[in-house]
Every structure is written in structure tokens, then in C-alpha cells.
């Protein structure tokens, strides 16, 4: 079985690192975001923080605090950042704010930011830094509006969050919202050019802004730029309350050639459209949009979807939470959507003005304005694993439960947004059996009271429909296994008049639990039977339900975390599950690393590792394939 697991290792990293096209995705078959509330850390005090990874590998964090524009940085693989460089301090009876960051393609790092003269007027600024940020110079005003500029039939004159691209060609755009100029307490979103570089190094600016979306008698605001990748275009993210219901994520398109000269994106035109699909949440301000290397692309929001479940109020801004939803490549259809940072769970505590930034082939990180927390509201960060559906190994028949070696088959799905507790899942087959492996770790294990029903108890559940339906309903004939973690099982099958429960004797499921304080492993066999029927296609819709039982001031909280939020039951929870022959092994290792060999292990996730037994070797550059 040994020898298995390593071939199976061994191929997966070739194929996990090898170029793969952009594909559509759907709930079947699509990525997923898993957050990892192990990773979860207070990064600093202050507001509005962004993270950029530098064409020097470094992090780069900028954020205001006090008013002041900062800077942090780090290196890949290191969970605290240095300590804060100023990169621009206000002048009496101004304040700094909405700071963002962009490497040009020289290396020049330009840093925006938002000044608010207390009741005179509002700038957008930037300053530049060509050694990686240590220092900034050459300080620009690029837009300016003062209070004397302001007119009563106007409305107001505030701009905001300025952000920006830079195209193929080397144009520089920065875009903003602003209230100058249109009426009543509308909003639009405005964009400046700048096409040359002066003898300093600093850009130089078109005079003329560019009006480039507008919805009459509404508020366009908070723009998120982002250039496509393959030529597909600009786009930029909006909150839009325009589509009715309050504020949403909108998207705001322009094709390259085009490059906003064919005029203002206005509510009605083909080049805006909202970005979260029918059927999904969709409320919620402050977006913000990236596109990760594989084509997908990722929006953020704030959101006070389930805030009535867990006791947050609905009008409070600061008890909003983060989602997350996946789009395609084209920056539409976003849906499977996902909650960050699940200690925001008490209703006291929300997080705000959400950035995401992809850090590594497998790992997304998202930055939140924390509120409410008892002791480090501020700045925090929490990474999120890209998730891809589950395949299932085959091992040879008559292999045992209490044989197989889990380790190297763990894939990286992560269960659980809603509590401190996570799951991730490993599975298997042979011609006798399915098997499956849940490893959890729970701050707090506990079992349900005298008497109470299984499920009252912390433990898994796996549904699985072999006919590899997907729909908001459970199908007729899914079957759905339980165990926790006092041993405790039902297994119940869905017949036209609901869930039924099977005899064991029909099942013969065989389990084994191990538990510690704050972990424990749940194994699973499953016979292929009449109960279980081994799919002719090799592939099955599953999903993975954790079960989680705490107490919150004092009283019993029952928490059934999903792939995707709390709905249970629904078509974004289901996914595909592929069974698959083992692969052949690679016999010799292709490198041999030495102590001072400038090189880095990677793991099937694209992760550091300290094993490299489990990974892969990177050598100037190059992916060498090792034992």
C-alpha cells in the first residue's frame, strides 16, 4: 500500500503543476474556496488593508492607520510581516485612507490613496517607491475637488478608493468613485490616463478625466480594475445599486481595442451586468475582484446575509461578513460562494472592506476589516485553499479499512465557515468497497445530551448520489452515512416520501473513530451493494457535512457546516467525486537536494513542505519531479 500511495503522489504533482486550460466551471466540476481558520491572524491596527505579491516574491500590505499610508512586507511562506514603513504622513487637518497598491511593469511601485481635508476638499493621490518599497518619493495630486468648487444643484462633491491597472501597452489607469459633478447624492465612476513616464520616474496624467460608468438616480461606487487575462478586456467591479435590492456587486466592461472610447457604461448598457448569478445571495457593498492564474475569477463583498441567524443586526455595516464567490473568465456567472474568517460568527463582530489577493497556485488570502473583536479589531488575514473536486484511488481488492495509508491520498478539501472547526476529506476504492477518511480538528469536542439523536453529536456525514445528479433537492435513491465521534451511525436513503432509514444489515457500513481534545478521525467503508451501487462512470455527486456542537453563551449551538455556507441540501453543496486507477510509479528520484541547494518543496496543493518525500522539487525555476 506504501508503494501505492508514493506513485500516487508522485503523478499527481506532475499533473497538479502542469499548464491547464481555463475552463467553465459549474457546481459539478468547478474549484472551491476552503478558508483554513488555522491561518487566521491579526496582521495590524487600522483600516482598508490590500496584499499584493511583488515580482520579488515579497508581500506587500498597505493599509492607513491614523490617517497615515503604510506599508508592511514579508516573504512567501512566512505568516507575520516586518515592521510598518510610512509611505506618506497628512498634513495638519488632512487624513489619508483607501490606500492601494500596483508594481509596474519597471518595478516602480505606485501607491494611491484618498486625502480628506477636513471641510475644504478631497484628492487623490500617489507616490512612488523603486527599491521595493523601503522608500517613497515624488508625491502627486491627480484629482482634485474643493468645497469651493462645490454647486448646490450639483449634489455632493466627495471622490473615493481610488484603484488601478496597467495595460499590455504600458498605460497606467487609475479609477475612483466620485459624487463632483452629478446630481443629487449620485455617484459615478471616473478614470485618468497616464501614457508617459517624466524624467523622475513619476507618471505623468492626462488632465481630462474619463466619466466611464453612470447609472442615473443611483450611487456606481468602490471600483476594483482588473485587466483580463488572453485579451479578454478591462473590467472593473462596482458596488451597483442600480439592479434594485440594495447594494450589489456589478461589473463594468470595455473590450481592449475599445479601452472606454465608446463612452459611458450607463444602467441600461450590455457592457454591465450584475455579477452574482440567479439563486445565489447577492447583496452587498465594498466588491472587490481578482482573476487567479488558472482563469477563474474571485469577487468579495460585505454582507449581511445570515446576520438574523446568528443574532447581527441587519442595518449595522460593521456586522457584515465577507463572501467570496467564483466566476468564470470572462468575469461572470460568479456563484459557490464562501465565508471567510469564521470566528465572525458572535454577533458582535464583522469584518469590512474585504481585499483578495492569490498568493500561490493554491492559495487565495483575504484581508478584512475586523470589527468588534474583544481584543484585536483591525487588520486581519486568513487564507483560503483552492479547492478542485475529489478523486477517489483505487487500491487493490480485499485491502482493509485499518490498512490504508491516508496521508498521501488527503486532498485539500476543507469543510467549515461557520465555527472554529474544520474537516478535510480522503477517499479510495476497490472493487469492494468505498472508502473514506475525515480528519477534524474541533476547539471543542462534545456529544449531544441523554437521549438526544446522533446528529446531536460532533461528526461527519457523507451523501452521495451514484447517479451523479446534482439539484436543489436530494435526489430519490441518495444515501447519506453518519457517524460521530461517540460511534454513534444511521445511514438513510431517500425514498419518495423522505428520508428512510436502512437496516444495518442492508449497509454493513464499518467505521473506526479516534479522538483527542481537539481532533479526531472518522474512517468509513461502504460495500458496494445493492444500497451502494458502483457507478459505470466512475464518477458520483457527493457532498461532506460536518457537524459541529458548541455552546455560545452558554447555550447549545448546532452548527451543519457544507461546502458552501449553510445551505444545506442545495445544488452549490453537491460535487462531483471522479474514481481513479492508480497511476504508475516513478522508480528514481530525478534530483537529489543538498542542504544548501537554493530550491523550495511544494506539496500536491502547491504549498511549502518540509517533506520531500510528499512533494516536489523547484530548482532555478524548473519542477523536478523527486521520490
Known amino acids: 500500500m506504501k508503494n501505492i500511495a508514493r506513485s500516487i503522489t508522485t503523478i499527481c504533482l506532475l499533473l497538479t503543476f502542469a499548464a491547464l486550460p481555463a475552463l467553465a466551471q459549474d457546481y459539478r466540476t468547478g474549484i472551491r474556496i476552503g478558508w483554513d481558520y488555522r491561518t487566521q491572524r491579526f496582521v495590524s491596527g487600522g483600516a482598508y488593508g490590500r496584499l499584493k505579491v511583488l515580482s520579488n516574491g515579497l508581500e506587500a500590505f498597505v493599509y492607513d492607520e491614523g490617517g497615515t499610508c503604510k506599508i508592511r512586507l514579508r516573504r512567501s511562506g512566512v505568516s507575520s510581516f516586518a515592521s510598518a514603513i510610512t509611505v506618506a504622513t497628512p498634513p495638519s487637518g488632512s487624513g489619508y485612507t483607501n490606500c492601494e ?5 519597471d518595478g516602480t511601485l505606485m501607491y494611491a490613496y484618498n486625502e480628506r481635508i477636513n471641510g475644504t476638499g478631497v484628492k487623490i493621490k500617489v507616490k512612488y517607491s523603486v527599491n521595493g518599497g523601503r522608500t517613497w518619493r515624488d508625491e502627486q495630486t491627480v484629482y482634485e475637488v474643493r468645497e469651493s468648487d462645490f454647486l448646490a444643484d450639483e449634489g455632493y462633491y466627495g471622490i473615493w478608493e481610488p484603484a488601478m491597472i496597467q495595460l499590455p501597452n504600458g498605460e497606467v489607469q487609475l479609477y475612483f468613485a466620485s459624487e463632483y459633478l452629478v446630481p443629487g447624492h449620485d455617484q459615478k465612476i471616473v478614470m485618468l490616463r497616464s501614457l508617459t513616464v517624466s524624467e523622475s ?123 467570496v464567490y467564483i466566476g468564470d473568465a470572462d468575469a461572470r456567472n460568479f456563484s459557490r460562494y464562501s465565508i471567510p474568517f469564521p470566528f465572525i460568527d458572535e454577533p458582535n463582530q464583522g469584518g469590512v472592506w474585504n481585499a483578495l489577493c492569490q498568493t500561490n497556485d493554491s492559495t487565495v488570502v483575504c484581508v478584512s476589516d475586523v470589527h468588534g473583536h474583544p481584543t484585536q479589531s483591525g487588520l486581519w488575514i486568513v487564507d483560503g485553499h483552492i479547492m478542485h473536486p475529489l478523486t477517489a484511488y483505487s487500491i487493490p481488492a480485499g485491502t482493509a479499512l485499518e490498512g490504508i495509508e491516508w496521508a498521501p491520498l488527503m486532498s485539500d478539501i476543507i469543510v467549515g465557515a461557520q465555527t472554529q472547526a474544520q474537516m478535510r476529506v480522503a477517499s479510495c476504492w476497490s472493487t469492494d468497497s468505498l472508502f473514506l477518511h475525515f480528519v477534524v480538528n474541533d476547539r471543542t469536542l462534545r456529544s449531544g445530551s441523554n437521549g438526544a439523536p446522533v446528529w446531536d453529536t460532533d461528526g461527519v456525514e457523507f451523501y452521495c448520489d451514484m447517479y451523479n445528479r446534482m439539484t436543489d433537492n436530494v435526489p430519490t435513491n441518495a444515501v447519506k452515512y453518519l457517524v460521530n465521534i461517540d460511534g454513534g451511525t444511521l445511514v438513510t436513503r431517500m425514498a419518495a416520501q423522505g428520508w428512510t432509514d436502512v437496516d444495518p444489515s442492508l449497509h454493513q457500513m464499518h467505521h473506526i473513530v479516534t479522538r483527542s481534545d481537539t481532533h479526531y478521525t472518522i474512517d468509513m467503508a461502504l460495500p458496494w451493494g445493492n444500497l451502494l451501487r458502483r457507478p459505470t462512470s466512475k464518477k458520483f455527486a457527493a457532498y461532506f457535512k460536518l457537524h459541529n456542537n458548541d455552546l455560545h453563551g452558554g447555550k447549545e449551538c448546532i452548527h451543519h457546516e457544507v461546502l458552501s455556507g449553510v445551505d444545506e441540501g442545495r445544488v452549490r453543496t453537491w460535487w462531483q467525486v471522479t474514481m481513479d486507477s492508480a497511476p504508475d510509479a516513478i522508480e528514481a528520484p530525478r534530483f537529489e537536494p543538498t542542504a544548501d541547494s537554493s530550491a523550495a518543496f511544494y506539496n500536491l496543493q502547491g504549498l511549502p513542505t518540509r517533506f520531500p518525500s510528499r512533494g516536489i522539487y523547484i530548482v532555478d525555476g524548473k519542477k523536478v519531479a523527486i521520490k
Not at 468602490?222 to 488572453?230: E, G, K, N, S
Open 201 to 323: 520616474g513619476a507618471r505623468v496624467w492626462e488632465a481630462q478625466a474619463v466619466d466611464v460608468s453612470y447609472t442615473v438616480g443611483y450611487r456606481d461606487g468602490m471600483p476594483v480594475p482588473l485587466v483580463l487575462r488572453d485579451g479578454k478586456g478591462i473590467v472593473f467591479a462596482i458596488e451597483d445599486d442600480g439592479f434594485g435590492g440594495g447594494f450589489q456587486p456589478g461589473i463594468i466592461y470595455s473590450s481592449m481595442t475599445d479601452n472606454w472610447t465608446s463612452g459611458i457604461r450607463y444602467g441600461d448598457s450590455r457592457n454591465r451586468w450584475r455579477a452574482i448569478i440567479d439563486g445565489e445571495p447577492r447583496g452587498g457593498g465594498a466588491p472587490y475582484i481578482i482573476q487567479l492564474t488558472s482563469g477563474e475569477t474571485l469577487i468579495s463583498t460585505q454582507t449581511n446575509y445570515f446576520n438574523d441567524q446568528r443574532g447581527a443586526p441587519l442595518d449595522d455595516m460593521y456586522k457584515n461578513r465577507p463572501f
Open 101 to 105: 497598491l500596483l508594481e509596474l511593469a
